[in-house]
């Protein structure tokens, strides 16, 4: 059970005035939604919360530790990021590509090992690529891809999720399947937080949100008091007409 | 199903094999032909002294050197690779082997000779390498396609003062000028230490493997599984300038085996560098010493440079591959 602090971040993206500093935790158990239009910073943010560059002020912290005290090896077998964008250099396998997720638990000298195969074959599993296994990655759909991805960070099994559009290329059945999984990752006592384009996904799976503005004003807390419709208008400069459907609110935009 | 991995041991055995029968073959044939009885006897410290020179001062020497060389060169282009992830990458293409000859024939010209050309060449290949990734480098970080134009851009300027430089040099340098170019063994002297260093590297290599394949699938990726990605970037480039550097001095620029090489064997073996770093420093070698084998004994007692061979017989077998590959 780690627990993902953040304290008066303030994260760089280019040409654009500090804004808000972002101060609050993502608790095991939790799940958070970062919601914002484009441009707005959100992989910028997640990239930042991994460690992979640095903030323009403030800390991240893994439980109470700046992340910049910690080791690489050490932040990556407790924090996994799913990527929005992979490039393929050479030609990789699903197995393989799904067994990368077990090197930060592996020492330089070990060879990966029974334990290892089985974690990712129940992870291609679970994300309904397994039949893939034996394939090139670059023979696989959009949609195929995204599960590869998450499957390698569920092969990494770490504590904290960071998840960069989870949904992206998902068709509907596998969009619910995925957050469903990840929904299950925090009943479990992980952290979860994810960027997000889809508000009626945001609205059903996430019990925090994080509002990132494009102008770098930001607001956060419990999704119910952030899922007001004025909020969100001004969020994306969109109209957006509200109903509730099956307990959550819908989010429709209007013209 | 759960299949069971694939040990590295099996293909490294069978490339390990054919190296040494390369070996075998090479000393026993040249502008003097030798039985492999008159191997074996030398072997067992018997056999003519005419066989005893030639296998011991000569051949031997000559053929580990090709091997040595060919495997640093195919190594080399193997990681440059990685690091560009870019199977075009290689020592020849990014600039170093021409470095590494303005270095020699800058030696040449002066009319110096030995270990001077060595050095000159080695310190070519460096400062080479050092533009190449400084100015790639600039201000920002290394993107791979401004690494690789950096290279190619720099190799071609390199280009440009080799043919000043042979314009300009008195006819009697031309031809060893020419030979140096396109590779030749018969400069090399002691084949240890190009062999030692290979080894040495390999065994260094071994553990970083499966960090090598992680930064395969980009600097990102590797770095949110836990890897050091600018360390391992600065052994990588350092390594594979060393490497290549050694080659370069032992026998001159001698193309194609760092591009093919591995390209050839990740299609065979798939991509886990722990088993292509080996794979490509017995299979440079092999191939390394087969072509040195054919350019002594095509047109003896006349040898051909050893970079024709290698360009002549690793084109088409290269495009075969390359057409085959799914």
């Avoid at chain 1, 935790?25 to 958070?32: C, D, I, L």
């Avoid at chain 2, 070996?23 to 502008?31: F, P, R």
């Avoid at chain 2, 400069?187 to 260093?197: A, V």
């Avoid at chain 2, 084109?315 to 075969?320: A, K, Q, R, S």
Wanted: one cysteine or more; charged letters at 15%; glycine letters at 10%.
């Amino acid at each position: 059970m780690n627990r993902l602090e953040i304290r008066e971040l303030v994260i760089d993206v280019p040409e654009r005035r500090d804004g808000q500093a972002l101060t609050l935790s993502v608790e095991p158990g939790q799940v958070w939604g970062v919601l914002g239009p484009n441009g707005a910073g959100k992989t910028t943010l997640l990239h930042t919360l991994a460690g992979l560059r640095g903030p323009r002020a403030g800390q991240v912290l893994i439980d109470g530790r700046p992340l910049a005290m910690l080791g690489r090896r050490q932040v990556a077998r407790i924090l996994g990021l799913v990527f929005q964008e992979r490039h393929d250099g050479f030609p990789a396998t699903v197995r393989e590509t799904a067994l990368i997720g077990r090197h930060p638990w592996l020492s330089a000298w070990q060879m990966e090992g029974g334990e290892d195969l089985r974690l990712a074959e129940a992870a291609l599993e679970r994300l309904d690529v397994v039949h893939l296994a034996e394939r090139l990655v670059s023979t696989l759909s959009g949609g195929e891809r995204q599960r590869l991805a998450i499957a390698t960070v569920l092969t990494q099994a770490p504590q904290i999720w960071l998840a960069d559009e989870p949904t992206n290329h998902l068709d509907l059945h596998h969009q619910s399947a995925v957050m469903a999984l990840l929904a299950e990752q925090a009943a479990e006592g992980r952290a979860v937080m994810m960027c997000l384009h889809d508000l009626n996904l945001a609205a059903r799976w996430c019990d925090h949100l994080l509002l990132l503005y494009p102008d770098g004003e930001a607001c956060w807390g419990p999704a119910r008091n952030m899922l007001v419709p004025a909020a969100l208008e001004r969020l994306y400069g969109q109209r957006l007409a509200t109903a509730e459907i099956d307990g959550a609110p819908v989010f429709v935009p209007v013209r | 199903m759960i299949t069971p991995r694939r040990s590295l041991w099996p293909p490294l055995a069978v490339l390990a094999l054919l190296g040494l029968t390369a070996l075998l073959v090479s000393v026993t044939l040249g502008s003097a032909a030798l039985s492999l009885g008159d191997v074996w006897a030398v072997a067992r410290g018997e056999g003519s002294p005419l066989a005893r020179t030639l296998i011991l001062d000569l051949r031997i020497p000559r053929s580990l050197s090709a091997f040595a060389v060919g495997g640093l060169l195919a190594v080399a282009g193997a990681l440059m690779q990685v690091l560009l992830r870019n199977p075009l990458a290689d020592p020849y293409v990014l600039g170093l082997s021409g470095g590494a000859s303005v270095g020699a024939l800058a030696a040449m010209l002066a009319g110096l000779g030995g270990a001077v050309i060595t050095g000159s060449a080695f310190a070519g290949a460096f400062l080479s390498t050092l533009l190449v990734f400084g100015l790639a480098h600039g201000t920002g970080s290394w993107t791979p396609s401004r690494l690789l134009l950096t290279g190619v851009v720099v190799a071609a300027g390199w280009g440009a003062v080799i043919t000043l430089m042979l314009a300009i040099s008195p006819a009697e340098r031309l031809p060893g000028m020419l030979y140096w170019l396109m590779g030749d063994l018969s400069y090399s002297r002691s084949p240890w230490p190009p062999l030692t260093l290979l080894l040495v590297i390999c065994l260094l290599l071994m553990p970083l493997g499966r960090s090598l394949n992680v930064m395969a699938r980009g600097p990102l990726q590797a770095a949110a599984l836990g890897v050091n990605v600018r360390p391992l970037e600065w052994t990588i480039y350092v390594v594979a300038s060393v490497l290549t550097a050694t080659a370069v001095t032992t026998a001159g620029s001698i193309g194609f085996v760092g591009l093919v090489v591995p390209h050839m064997l990740r299609l065979v073996l798939g991509n886990d560098q722990r088993l292509i770093l080996p794979a490509c420093a017995l299979t440079g070698g092999t191939l390394l010493v087969l072509a040195d084998t054919l350019a002594r004994t095509m047109i003896a007692p006349e040898q051909l440079p050893v970079g024709v061979i290698t360009a002549l017989l690793g084109v088409p077998t290269f495009l075969y591959l390359l057409y085959r590959s799914r």
